[in-house]
């Protein structure tokens, strides 16, 4: 989620659209809604009213310092371990897929 | 606002009143999470669909990530209740306690004047009659328990999702009654004082007595209860 706002702006219910496009599937509005408060509460995101066209006026948001902060620590978390494991299974010779 | 979408707000709104968050706060994010639904409307797809979740559990998550999973006080609530409750006591008492004592008042009188007890003798030293002033004392100290009952049962119904509820009626039911042994003989000595005047001044103070005292009696428990751990 921080690294599809960091990305672009977006409100909760575009951003279901926008990870579900992303590869990560089925993502409800039931999920994501709830993470964004944890996130806004936290604050690493931004929230900012914007008119619609149609409808009511909605929130849009997007990463903070300390959200742009905390996104890059996670993907050098991320990097680490997956490089870990990938190095683990190429010398095991399963990442080739040649198992016992 | 389209009626799913209204519905499907007004459930989380009503969820959330129950667990006693301030109106201000839910409607903020029921007004976002409308406006979010709207669209998904807009877009031809079912909102139980958009949800994912019901709409119990997606109450209680946002309320979680909002931090309102806490014990609300609901003093606004809790006050209004105990004055529904203390109207439908007071109502009770003028259409079933008032003609109660004085038939009661009768029946006695009749029964004494048939044992040949002499009713004019009962003189105290202002000159005043009140042979029957225990049964009536006796009569409105039951009204007064009933009508404790009332308000306490009025406050149950009115904050039955609130936490702690079960101290503050304790803590309300001692609070409530020494109020009313406070607040009830001194509104008598302001009505005995002013020759129990009707000017709106006096009846004003004698109200604001008891209904001050009362209230406090209601409040301090409720916030007693939340401070300090069970």
């Not at chain 2, 042979?131 to 904050?159: C, D, E, K, S």
């Not at chain 2, 709106?200 to 007595?209: C, D, G």
């Amino acid at each position: 989620m921080l690294a599809a706002l960091d990305q672009q702006s977006s409100h909760a219910y575009e951003l279901t659209s926008r990870l579900a496009e992303a590869g990560l599937g089925e993502v409800s509005y039931g999920t994501v809604y709830p993470l964004i408060t944890r996130l806004r509460r936290s604050g690493l995101l931004h929230e900012q009213s914007q008119p619609s066209p149609v409808g009511p006026a909605r929130k849009v948001f997007s990463l903070t310092d300390a959200g742009r902060a905390a996104l890059t620590d996670w993907l050098g978390q991320w990097k680490r371990s997956t490089s870990d494991v990938e190095a683990v299974l190429r010398s095991t010779g399963a990442w080739a897929g040649n198992p016992r | 606002m389209p009626a799913a979408v209204r519905s499907v707000v007004q459930d989380l709104q009503r969820r959330w009143r129950r667990l006693g968050v301030p109106r201000a706060l839910r409607e903020a994010v029921a007004a976002d999470v409308a406006a979010d639904l709207h669209a998904a409307y807009l877009q031809g797809r079912p909102l139980e669909v958009v949800l994912g979740v019901t709409s119990e559990h997606f109450a209680e998550q946002v309320a979680r990530e909002n931090g309102w999973l806490v014990p609300w006080p609901m003093y606004g609530r809790m006050l209004t209740s105990a004055a529904l409750g203390a109207a439908g006591a007071i109502a009770a008492g003028i259409v079933l306690v008032l003609p109660a004592t004085l038939g009661i008042v009768a029946a006695v009188g009749w029964v004494l004047l048939w044992a040949g007890v002499d009713l004019g003798s009962q003189v105290t030293a202002s000159g005043q009659t009140y042979w029957y002033a225990p049964i009536v004392y006796a009569i409105y100290t039951l009204f007064g328990m009933g009508f404790v009952a009332a308000v306490l049962a009025a406050v149950r119904r009115g904050l039955k999702a609130a936490v702690e509820l079960r101290r503050t009626l304790r803590a309300g039911l001692v609070l409530l009654t020494v109020s009313a042994a406070i607040s009830l003989p001194l509104a008598l000595a302001i009505g005995h004082a002013s020759d129990y005047s009707n000017a709106p001044f006096v009846v004003a103070a004698e109200f604001s007595l008891v209904l001050g005292l009362a209230s406090v009696a209601l409040v301090a428990p409720r916030a007693w209860a939340l401070r300090v751990p069970s």
